[in-house]
């Protein structure tokens, strides 16, 4: 059966699993980084790669495939801008290659994502899907058709990057104001909290620094009654249906999947923001469009990325 090493770059990991043409992980292997700088990532993608390999070494693997965060020249597999790393024109791809005789593919970590929910999750007996990450930022990808969108520069599919409170909104780490990544990621959800904390002195919630506020507490919170919690989960969630009612105004999908740390919130999560979204849905028909939490969870980044090598790229079609 044929296998490929599927490499998922995370902000403070590096995951590198062995998974066969089903979509099936055989294998995972998984390394802390605690900073991203280039030297540092690259030597913990190769060590865990060289515990992938010595899995399959009877076997072999027809492929390696690396998610990176980020815009990725996929041609050479060179990272030309990840804000999240602070990485310029690195040649991942390149460095990557002397080190290994194996094939390397180098795509963005949310459309390997995308790909792997497409392919084994979520969107199979789809033609028309959109897988949003909810982690510490919004990653995206989006199927029309049975493809993968790449577009010119394979860029397509930042959709936690489109302004949905330009004008009231949190700064961005990009540098815009509102973007639904900085409104409806866990990191939203955490700012949401503090933007309201002077409202509610006797909050649970206050009883931690702020910097050592996550969004899993806020939701727990939430789901047991506190009222700064829920005050907080409610912004989170409008802020959140908003940016799905845009999505199924550009694309249309049939289904939307939901990943990454917040989704694990589930049915309290989506009952909070489905009836907003049929709302706010206005120029196609409501309901068409099914909103529901990814099934893969984290594996879908590694198994996409696997997907990827051994499909030799996202140019092949998905179906």
């Given at each position: ?39 540092v990532v690259l030597k913990a ?252 969870g984290n594996d879908a980044g ?18």
């Open positions: 059966m044929k296998t490929a090493i599927g490499v998922d770059l995370g902000g403070s990991h590096v995951t590198a699993a062995v998974v066969d043409e089903n979509g099936k992980i055989l294998g995972s292997h998984e390394q802390d980084i605690e900073e991203h700088g280039v030297d993608t190769g060590d865990m790669i060289d515990a992938a390999l010595h899995d399959r070494c009877a076997d072999g693997v027809v492929g390696i495939g690396i998610g990176s965060p980020g815009n990725i020249d996929l041609r050479s597999g060179t990272i030309r801008y990840s804000p999240n790393f602070q990485w310029e024109n690195v040649p991942l791809g390149g460095r990557l290659r002397d080190r290994f005789k194996e094939p390397i593919y180098v795509g963005n970590d949310a459309r390997c994502a995308a790909l792997g929910e497409y392919t084994y999750g979520s969107g199979r007996g789809t033609r028309n899907f959109v897988l949003l990450t909810l982690g510490t930022g919004i990653g995206g990808g989006i199927v029309a058709d049975g493809d993968l969108v790449l577009g010119t520069a394979a860029g397509a599919g930042e959709i936690g990057h489109h302004q949905i409170r330009a004008r009231d909104g949190f700064v961005c780490n990009c540098g815009k104001i509102g973007c639904f990544e900085a409104q409806a990621s866990g990191t939203g959800l955490i700012r949401h909290a503090l933007a309201v904390r002077d409202s509610f002195p006797r909050s649970t919630l206050l009883e931690r620094k702020p910097e050592k506020l996550s969004s899993k507490a806020i939701r727990k919170a939430a789901q047991a009654g506190d009222r700064h919690a829920l005050t907080a989960w409610r912004n989170f969630c409008g802020d959140l249906a908003i940016g799905v009612s845009n999505v199924i105004a550009f694309v249309n999908p049939q289904v939307i999947a939901l990943g990454g740390g917040v989704s694990t919130a589930g049915d309290f999560m989506l009952d909070s923001i489905r009836t907003r979204v049929d709302e706010l849905t206005t120029m196609v028909p409501k309901r068409e469009t099914h909103v529901v939490v990814a099934q893969l590694p198994i996409g990325a696997a997907t990827m090598a051994m499909r030799g790229g996202f140019k092949t079609p998905l179906t």
